[in-house]
């Protein structure tokens, strides 16, 4: 009963997110950051802010339930501005998305990250792409990082639930092994069970083959912000 209430009421504010974006949709990502964070950041951050990381929760779920709203919440958006520029700059296949607060990065087998079948280690071109996300995440120190870990629907369920999980660790670790604090990542993995295309078709399937991220302010950019927008 509560995982149906907490996924119906994520469904009723997600709609006032997506609202309250339309409302705002000819104004930069810094002020919609502050908009979307005053009309919904409290309510929303008080229904997800303690499940991140939570089965039932996803990268955007962590991104809503991490907002702070108001003017501060603009001074964050401003910053994830310039770090999912960055990002979009150095790596041209991610599918980058500024989500209130957030970034939501998404790499699939076309955009820089991807897996030999039944493997998770990260080599090659997914190598390349991890070494300059790892150069983009020390230029912005004041972030948590959620990693999730995701299959197409080959194969038995319990089998893809381990080889994402298996996945999203392998990219955690390496991402740390290029000198990113360990303490900055979340890792999470869901198997099959959170597709994004249709896993009847190959083009789907290859969607759903991926690694997301979830990009959100941590404790000290969020008091930074307050700070600075206080005065």
Sequence with gaps: MKNLIIKSTFIFLSFILIFSCSAVKN???????????????????????????KGDNTALGA??????GGVAGGYIGDRM?????????????????RVGEGINVVFNEEAGVYFDTSKS????????????????????????????????SAGPEEYNMNLSKQRAESVTNYLIAQGINQGRFTTKWYGELQPRADNSTSEG???????????????????EAKSKTSK
């Design 63 to 68: 991104i809503i339930g991490a907002v702070v």
């Design 81 to 97: 501005d310039r770090q999912a520029e960055r990002i979009e700059e150095e790596i041209p296949g991610a599918e980058v998305t």
């Design 27 to 53: 104004a930069n990502h810094k002020q919609k950051g502050a908009v979307v964070g005053a009309t919904s950041g409290a309510v929303i951050g008080g229904v997800l802010g303690n499940n991140v990381g």
């Design 121 to 152: 280690n990260v080599k090659g071109t997914s190598a390349t792409t991890l070494n300059k996300l790892a150069g983009i995440f020390k230029e912005y120190p004041k972030s948590y990082i959620l990693v999730e870990g995701h299959t197409d």
């Design 205 to 223: 399937k290859s969607k759903n083959r991926r690694v997301e991220l979830a990009i959100v302010a941590n404790q000290e950019l969020k008091d």
